[in-house]
């Protein structure tokens, strides 16, 4: 069982307040425009008068309308060093795919996957064993892989529902080695950022330097991460210009001071916030301005490392190892202004119109760890999470449309249209892909968009698939991939290919006679 806690919910965003000075507020709000509708038949035959509030009345309108038509988006964090471990039989607890509303983003970020040399090149060549068991799982409830990065012992994996893959776009991924002066790649922090429904969000992965007595080395490594990581997007280049950025991972800060009996004793007891002010991260934010940008939710689970294997005790080897809160996940929302003062000590501010009107609110709903997975000595923590946002996309880059019924008795015919500019490629490919599907790569056949030259817009393409859909009856979409934006950006509607003769001809199914098998 996950140990969980009933935690207030940790809300980060530059608009709120507390519920009663809301309510006052809300009350004076109600008595000015009461007062307005007074004002309005004093003003009745002044039209200068009139058209002056009437665009005032517009500004009013145009301010509420940032905070209507908002949706919140369930996004479910999993941080975990898995100590080379093979993974579990099951992670359908740690994924939490019972909860209700169900989850729209995953973000699994593991270090010490299993990096020996012939592991890893057989890992390159087809997917991990931790990349095969969470797509198993997830798939038949309709998650989608999107994109991974993985630098040796470091893996990132990011999953999402069919329904949000048109509008997560400008994928990038790089990585960061801190190791061995920064050659080798057993520490660091591998990163994935991309645009979801127009927002900009950034997803740092990362395992720093352990032992007790490297804290600032800690420190120089994150610091020398985000000075690294460089990506091709004109704004936003680095991690920090990110809307919204998620940092998590084997973070390796320990509790100082305390002795192993006060540290086991407050753990047993449950009276975590003992060790708090002992946390070298909690005490790195109170002289760090970087770590003060960013926010966590409160410790109350226990200490996530280092435990016996399969097993919810301490170390209890010759090491006896302090339990220690090294996994965790935070999250900084980029500020709204910036102000710096220039060689004439003015003063500028580099706020965004876009950020002011598009706000997005982070609210974190559990921060926990599960102690009943064992195959670590560190236990998973998990972080979940509403985004809540106005789309600032709402339509996709491309629309698929089925014609007529598909078996696989005869050609097949569908048409493709592009609605928006985007950088389209003849290496453009639409995949067939049955319900259920792992991957973009997890495809039942293909064709290629038009092969002579990029389609226009509006222009409606015709493509057809020759004597390659499978022969068994199934529910099936198109789904469009973008070779440039690597990913698939457009999906048809659902539909069924029909169980075709040739199936029945070969023995794959039973023929049917008059109602009886025969």
Not at 402 to 425: K, R
């Amino acid at each position: 069982m996950s140990d969980t806690f009933d935690v207030p919910r940790v809300r980060s965003d530059s608009t709120s307040t507390m519920a009663s000075q809301s309510t006052s507020a809300r009350l004076m709000l109600r008595q000015r425009l009461a007062q307005l509708l007074t004002c309005l038949e004093d003003l009745s035959s002044d039209d200068e008068a009139n058209e002056e509030v009437s665009r005032t009345l517009d500004d009013a309108f145009h301010l509420c309308g940032r905070y209507t038509n908002r949706e919140a988006f369930r996004l479910h964090i999993v941080t975990w060093n898995v100590s080379t471990a093979e993974p579990p039989a099951d992670v359908r607890t740690l994924l939490q795919l019972d909860l209700h509303p169900a989850t729209d983003l995953y973000v699994i970020g593991l270090q010490e996957v299993n990096a020996t040399p012939v592991r890893y090149i057989s890992d390159l060549l087809a997917e991990d064993s931790w990349s095969h068991l969470l797509m198993d799982t997830l798939a038949p409830m309709g998650y989608i892989k999107v994109t991974s990065v993985r630098m040796q012992g470091l893996l990132m994996i990011l999953f999402a529902k069919q329904v949000h893959l048109p509008f997560i776009r400008d994928i990038q991924s790089t990585y960061t080695r801190t190791g061995l002066f920064g050659y080798w790649g057993n520490k660091g922090g591998v990163s994935v950022r991309f645009s979801f429904y127009g927002h900009m969000l950034c997803f740092l992965n990362c395992h720093l330097a352990a032992h007790m007595n490297y804290a600032l080395q800690r420190m120089d490594e994150f610091e020398y991460i985000l000075d690294m990581q460089d990506f091709d997007m004109h704004n936003t280049p680095n991690v920090l210009d990110h809307k919204v950025v998620f940092w998590f991972g084997d973070l390796n800060f320990r509790i100082a001071d305390h002795g192993m009996h006060f540290l086991r004793s407050s753990i047993n007891n449950g009276r975590f916030n003992l060790l708090w002010d002992k946390d070298q991260l909690t005490m790195m934010k109170k002289k760090e301005p970087i770590l003060q940008e960013f926010e966590e939710g409160p410790l109350r689970f226990k200490p996530t490392y280092k435990f016996d294997r399969f097993s919810e005790t301490y170390d209890t080897s010759g090491k006896k190892r302090k339990p220690a809160w090294t996994d965790r996940i935070l999250w900084r929302i980029k500020p709204k202004a910036i102000e710096t003062e220039d060689e004439n000590s003015s003063t500028t501010s580099t706020s965004s119109a876009d950020d002011d009107e598009y706000p997005v609110k982070v609210m974190q709903d559990m921060y926990t760890c599960d102690v009943s997975y064992g195959v670590s000595d560190h236990k998973p923590v998990i972080g979940t999470f509403n985004l809540e946002m106005r789309k600032k996309l709402e339509s996709p880059l491309v629309t698929l449309t089925v014609d007529g019924h598909w078996s696989a008795d005869e050609d097949a015919t569908f048409t493709y249209t592009i609605l928006e500019n985007f950088e389209s490629s003849t290496w453009d490919w639409i995949g067939l892909y049955k319900i259920g599907f792992k991957s973009a790569s997890d495809y039942s056949t293909f064709a290629w968009v038009k092969d002579d030259e990029v389609a226009a817009n509006g222009e409606v393409v015709t493509v057809q698939i020759k004597n390659e859909l499978p022969l068994l009856a199934g529910d099936y979409v198109l789904g469009y991939y973008s070779t440039n934006m690597q990913t698939l950006i457009a999906f048809s509607r659902t539909f069924q290919i029909l169980e075709s003769k040739r199936a029945v001809m070969e023995g794959q199914v039973p023929e049917n006679i008059n109602g009886h098998e025969k």
